[in-house]
Structure formats: C-alpha cells, structure tokens
C-alpha cells in the first residue's frame, strides 16, 4: 500500500488543521491506521492510531481531548482532526499502516508510512 499525507500548514496556537491520509494500491480496510509526528531534533512519537473498523482509538495523553482521528474505507481514506493547536504540536505528521496491529502505539507496529506533512503553529 502506498500513504499519501496532506493537509499540514502554518496556524496560529488555537485553531485548527485536518490532515489527510489516501491509500493506494490496496484497501485501507485491511490495515490497523496511526499518526506519528516528529518534531526537530526528537524522535518520531505515536499520536493516534484506530483499528480496522474505526471502533477502537487511542491517543497520546497530550492529544486526547483536541485531536481526533478517524478513517473513511470507502474513500481509503485516514484523518486527523487537530483543534486547539499549540506550538509544541509542530512537526512533521506521518501516516503509517499496520498489517499485523489493530491499533498499535509504537513504530515497530507499522509496515508502511506516508512521506509526511508538515504543521507548523505559532505562538
């Protein structure tokens, strides 16, 4: 399967953003779905991940409230809905696809990522 990210850009701290991830070449309803980001200089975290059907989610704690992901099969499709942005959620934002994970929270759960998208939030 080939990820396709879009949807970053530059905000201001409080509004808000919704990225998009396009699935090619294989059903996105085969695959467990996350977010990651990367900050500069840090380590590509989990952000939110949702299972095959889209009942079950998980977020990183300083995320849940404010983000909100979900996925459209029909459209193979992945979205994050980021509101109430604040500057330390600037990073690169990576879709990722899972083959063997329903809802994994680590990158060694993921078989496959986007080329990411960048959001940048000002203060």
């Known amino acids: 399967v080939q990820l396709q990210a879009s949807g970053g850009g530059l905000v201001q701290a409080g509004e808000s953003l919704k990225l998009s991830c396009v699935a090619s070449?294989?059903?996105?309803?085969?695959?467990?779905m996350g977010w990651f980001r990367q900050a500069p200089g840090k380590e590509r975290e989990f952000v939110a991940t949702?299972?095959?059907?889209?009942?079950?989610?998980n977020y990183i704690d300083s995320v849940r409230g404010r983000f909100s992901i979900s996925r459209d099969n029909a459209k193979n499709t992945l979205y994050l809905q980021m509101n109430h942005l604040k500057p330390e959620d600037s990073a690169v934002y990576y879709c990722a696809a899972s083959e063997r994970s329903p809802y994994g929270r680590t990158r060694s759960d993921y078989d496959y990522w986007g080329q990411g998208t960048q959001v940048t939030v000002s203060s």
């Open positions: 070449g294989h059903p996105l309803s085969s695959y467990g």
């Open positions: 949702i299972a095959w059907s889209g009942t079950m989610k």
